[in-house]
């Protein structure tokens, strides 16, 4: 009786799983939903310009604005929530917020030392904030009073920034919040006919802005859409496909994250029939895909990383959660290139225009080992092997040698390859040491062993791979 209770509450689970995976695969089957808004391009694009965002893999995001005043802190009370968000977390009424810029004052703003320490930490690409939610711009905007123009500052922040990384071979994107606290016709929701009304005068300040952006500093790269969650924007998934085009037709090569989409059912990042929509998935904020997400690699995409926790904008508090060692981002950069991602790691200048000591010693220690092992890293990407417990293997668009990124020593120092049938390996070398060849074993058939010798070694290393067809 029991063994009767038991298949049936089986058969009943089982039926229950049949049923949803019909469901999910429902597109599969020819029930594509009908979206006339969804990605204007079903491919990745294979223009130069994306080509160059996917050879950089690395990246310097840096949140900077008015919250870097505060630091967290608002009347005598440390909150541990992002920084940017203290409007929110200390319930601060707009107006009190706003006058912050009137102390806005970076006097020791010199963005040729930023762009100095992103060009030795490896960076080959910014994002900069150049409006966050509280609606701060950080360049001089004709379609808002709310910018670095109207602080005791007075300058342009932008035409500096991007000439400095510019200078340095660094390619410029901007980070633009659609969500705007600030501004007083956006809203969260369109619950009245005044609300629509607002809406649409707050769609042309973004287009407005957007154009405005391009024309001021036409060596842009791409714009990092954000605060696009709430349902304004999601109805008004024809309005973002017509932006994305508009902005794309004004400035040929523009790269644009797939969060600045929704389509035209509210579907965001990807349409409802799951295809993505900007030219690259940016949904890994603070996350990496598993490692064995390999379907990830059909597109491309990039992570947005915190050093602390969540700390996006300066906080002058970091004891309060855990803050990641150079190691520990080197790991989540290797990571993303090994599943063809880009790495994008968050700074927040301070109030007066200079980093933050901590930020200054990740840079440099993240640097020194790209200096020696960025072959690994940049035009790298999947390898099509098996990953290992010991780390992480990237290739290289050109040629057929592959990385191997060691993060983990085994007790035994023999490093398990598993190859694809019909390849052998010809020989592996560490990548600092290419004359001394590492001997290499066979576990079986399928499986090789690399043998390293004792490495004492406080950082990873990268072992190159070099394979030939086995002879038949
Ligand atoms: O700029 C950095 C963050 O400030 C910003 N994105 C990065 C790059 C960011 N803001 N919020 N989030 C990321 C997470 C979003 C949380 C939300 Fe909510 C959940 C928005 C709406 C629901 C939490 C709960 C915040 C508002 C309500």
Same mark, same amino acid.
């Given at each position: ?25 429902? +597109? ?5 939903? *009908?979206?006339?808004?969804?990605? #204007?391009? =079903? ?5 130069? %310009?994306?080509?160059?965002?996917? =050879? ?23 909150? *541990?929530?992002?920084?940017?968000? #203290? ?35 490896? %960076? ?54 659609? #969500? ?71 400035? +040929? ?40 997400? *390999? ?23 970091? =004891? *309060? ?61 999947? %390898? ?25 020593? +085994? ?18 070398? #560490? ?42």
């Amino acid at each position: 009786m029991i063994f009767l209770k038991i298949s049936l509450r089986n058969i009943i689970y089982m039926i229950k799983a049949i049923i949803f995976q019909i469901i999910i695969s429902l +597109p599969l089957f020819g029930q594509v939903i *009908t979206v006339k808004y969804g990605p #204007l391009l =079903t491919e990745k694009r294979t223009d130069t %310009a994306m080509e160059k965002w996917r =050879t950089n893999r690395f990246g310097q995001f840096i949140h900077w604005g008015l919250y870097a005043i505060p630091g967290g802190e608002w009347e005598g009370k440390i909150y *541990t929530g992002a920084a940017e968000w #203290l409007p929110v977390w200390a319930a601060i009424p707009s107006a009190h917020w706003d006058s912050l810029q009137y102390d806005f004052n970076p006097s020791r703003f010199d963005p040729k030392k930023w762009a100095k320490m992103a060009k030795h930490m490896g %960076a080959r690409y910014v994002t900069i904030t150049t409006k966050h939610h509280d609606g701060f711009c950080l360049w001089p905007s004709k379609f808002t009073e709310f910018d670095v123009e109207s602080t005791p500052y007075n300058n342009d922040l932008l035409r500096p920034f991007v000439d400095a990384y510019t200078e340095e071979g660094i390619d410029v994107y901007f980070y633009y919040s659609i #969500l705007d606290w600030h501004h007083p016709n956006w809203r969260k929701e369109i619950k009245s006919d005044s609300d629509q009304f607002a809406f649409e005068q707050f769609k042309s300040f973004t287009k407005n802005q957007l154009e405005e952006l391009l024309k001021l500093y036409p060596e842009v790269k791409g714009f990092w859409f954000d605060g696009t969650w709430d349902q304004s924007w999601k109805l008004n998934g024809q309005f973002s496909y017509e932006l994305e085009n508009y902005l794309k037709k004004i400035h +040929p090569g523009l790269i644009v994250n797939s969060r600045m989409r929704a389509d035209e059912h509210g579907s965001r990042h990807r349409d409802s029939n799951g295809r993505l929509m900007g030219d690259y998935e940016s949904g890994y904020e603070r996350r990496l895909p598993d490692t064995g997400d *390999t379907a990830i690699i059909q597109v491309d995409w990039e992570s947005c990383m915190t050093i602390p926790e969540n700390q996006w904008g300066f906080h002058k508090d970091w =004891t *309060t959660s855990h803050v990641k060692s150079p190691n520990e981002l080197i790991e989540m950069l290797i990571h993303s290139v090994s599943l063809g991602g880009n790495f994008l790691l968050n700074f927040g200048p301070k109030a007066d225009g200079t980093i933050r000591r901590e930020e200054k010693r990740i840079a440099k220690e993240i640097g020194q080992w790209m200096e020696k092992y960025g072959e690994a890293v940049y035009n790298c990407g999947h %390898a099509g092997l098996d990953k290992q417990d010991w780390g992480y293997y990237t290739k290289p668009k050109v040629g057929d040698n592959i990385y191997m990124t060691v993060f983990n020593i +085994p007790i035994n120092k023999k490093l398990k390859i598993r190859l694809p049938k019909g390849e052998q390996i010809n020989k592996a070398y #560490l990548l600092d040491r290419p004359n001394r060849s590492l001997e290499i074993q066979s576990y079986n058939k399928e499986i090789s062993l690399v043998q390293i010798k004792t490495r004492s070694t406080s950082h990873p290393f990268v072992i190159v791979l070099e394979l030939k067809r086995k002879e038949s």
